[in-house]
């Protein structure tokens, strides 16, 4: 999942540099003095969902060894102590509703410097409708600090190329001898697109028994959305690409009698400015100097005073689109995969 991966980097990323920023300095300070944690809000919704995922860390101190401290994450969550909430508007910014969130460990977390595999994650449920707007709101009521921040949302794409004919099955024709284009049509408030081509099959066992493989994902890179376009396209490729993909992805297993297609699904993910601003601040440079941007688009102030606080991260609406094909069109596209240089022993077959 999306948000599950970012969440991740976003909190090694912060934690870690705050940490650095207190224990690197040369000049005899104590850093037991007065302190005040900072949030650190990470919060991407997706339309295509109908459940939604909020991760909010705190920043901490330590004159010990950082790492110990992060495998407990008491030491770097609020746990109940917040209120997270988002607040539904409708295009005439009238209040529709508040949507609380809540705790939820539900989605583990990958093995790394933080603890693991629980995480601490705010959840809801909300489907994001297209025609509202959508305020986040983090209240921690001991320290009377409130984070604020608005995104657009943002609206899925029209597959425009390669064409998907209405009449069942659907069937995906790539020309071999010739490059060809995935081309979509313009996302309400995205600025950036990824695209990606995953293959599905079954492996047919000699027990007669199926066997559903790991998908084959060909990823088709990025594509900017900054211009104002209608229409946009990737690179060009090549479909024998594909096939050798699959070639180099499949297993070679005695055991497989013969293999299927399921299905080939394009899927073009439309990001929305604030992510795609926040995921170019925080990636690793190979240039001489090293220093990161840290970008938010959330305020933070004390709910009394009025002042401004310090707060890390962002919140920003992203879509899924996907085009499912049923199987290669034939004669060409499928016969490559049965009878093509690159896959012909690889006991494909176009009977299920």
Same mark, same amino acid.
């Given at each position: ?9 976003? =909190?090694?990323?912060? #934690? ?13 300070? +104590? ?72 705790? &939820? ?11 693991? $595999? ?20 983090? *209240? ?11 995104? /657009? ?5 029209? *597959? ?12 995906? +024709?790539? $020309? ?13 408030? =995205? ?71 399921? +299905? ?15 995921? #170019?601040?925080? &990636?690793? &440079? ?25 707060? #890390? ?17 034939? /004669?060409?596209?499928?016969?490559? *995969? ?15």
């Amino acid at each position: 999942m999306l948000m599950k991966k970012y969440a991740k980097s976003t =909190a090694i990323l912060f #934690l870690v540099e705050f940490a650095i920023l207190f224990s690197s300095c040369q000049k005899p300070f +104590s850093i037991n003095a007065t302190y005040e944690d900072f949030p650190i809000v990470y919060a991407i919704f997706n339309l295509s969902d109908s459940t939604q995922y909020i991760k909010v860390y705190k920043s901490f101190l330590t004159e010990g060894n950082v790492e110990d401290l992060t495998k407990d994450w008491h030491n770097y969550t609020y746990l109940d102590s917040i209120e997270v909430y988002v607040e539904e508007y409708d295009s005439k910014d009238t209040l529709l509703q508040i949507i609380k969130f809540d705790t &939820t460990t539900e989605i583990p977390k990958d093995s790394g410097m933080f603890a693991y $595999p629980e995480q601490l994650l705010y959840k809801a449920n909300l489907s994001i409708k297209r025609d509202c707007s959508y305020k986040l709101c983090v *209240l921690n009521p001991y320290t009377k600090k409130m984070v604020v921040g608005t995104a /657009p949302v943002v609206d899925t794409v029209q *597959l425009m190329s390669p064409r998907r004919n209405q009449v069942k099955p659907v069937m995906l +024709s790539l $020309p071999f001898t010739q490059d060809f284009k995935v081309s979509f049509t313009k996302a309400a408030n =995205a600025t950036y697109y990824r695209v990606t081509m995953s293959y599905y099959y079954t492996e047919i066992m000699s027990d007669g028994t199926d066997r559903a493989a790991q998908p084959i994902v060909w990823n088709l890179g990025g594509v900017d959305g900054a211009a104002m376009l209608n229409l946009y396209s990737t690179a060009s490729y090549k479909s024998q690409n594909l096939f050798k993909l699959i070639a180099g992805k499949v297993v070679e297993d005695d055991s497989v009698v013969k293999r299927h297609t399921d +299905s080939i699904v394009i899927e073009i993910i439309s990001q929305g400015d604030a992510l795609t601003k926040y995921i #170019l601040a925080t &990636t690793p &440079t190979s240039s001489i100097n090293q220093e990161q941007a840290n970008y938010t688009n959330l305020t933070a102030y004390n709910t009394d005073t009025k002042e401004e606080k310090y707060v #890390l991260g962002v919140f920003s609406m992203m879509s899924k689109s996907k085009f499912h094909f049923d199987d290669f069109a034939t /004669p060409g596209t499928r016969d490559t *995969l049965l009878y093509g240089q690159y896959t012909k022993d690889l006991k494909f077959t176009d009977i299920h």
